[in-house]
């Protein structure tokens, strides 16, 4: 049961950036809010965007300004742009619905900022 296929992730520099990609179900992209959600090494999964299924987004204080969350229903496809990398957004990537997740969880996709 695979609900969801992260990729896009890889090592950057400090100030360098990703397009993270999440490809689903179509049914899920057409009536469900989605989210991305990171867990660095030690720490807790916690959300980094969230989008509703019409588009409107919100995001984490510490990605704001630097981070866009976008989605492509038709395509069953939802992104991640990420500008600016800091260090701290080290961690592996995950795509989810909305409020916490549903069901099962991908393999994510790592992201690592480091000189």
């Known amino acids: 049961q695979v609900q969801f296929v992260e990729s896009g992730g890889g090592l950057v520099q400090p100030g360098g950036s990703l397009r993270l990609s999440c490809a689903g179900s179509?049914?899920?992209?057409?009536?469900?809010?989605m989210a991305w959600y990171r867990q660095a090494p030690g720490n807790q999964r916690e959300l980094v965007a969230n989008?509703?299924?019409?588009?409107?987004?919100n995001y984490a204080d510490s990605v704001k300004g630097r981070f866009t969350i976008s989605r492509d229903n038709a395509k069953s496809t939802m992104y991640l742009q990420m500008n600016s990398l800091k260090p701290e957004d080290t961690a592996v990537y995950y795509c989810?619905?909305?409020?916490?997740?549903?069901?099962?969880w991908g393999q994510g996709t790592q992201v690592t900022v480091s000189a």
């Open positions: 989810n619905r909305g409020h916490g997740g549903f069901g099962s």
């Open positions: 989008i509703t299924v019409r588009g409107s987004a």
């Open positions: 179509g049914i899920i992209f057409m009536i469900y809010d």
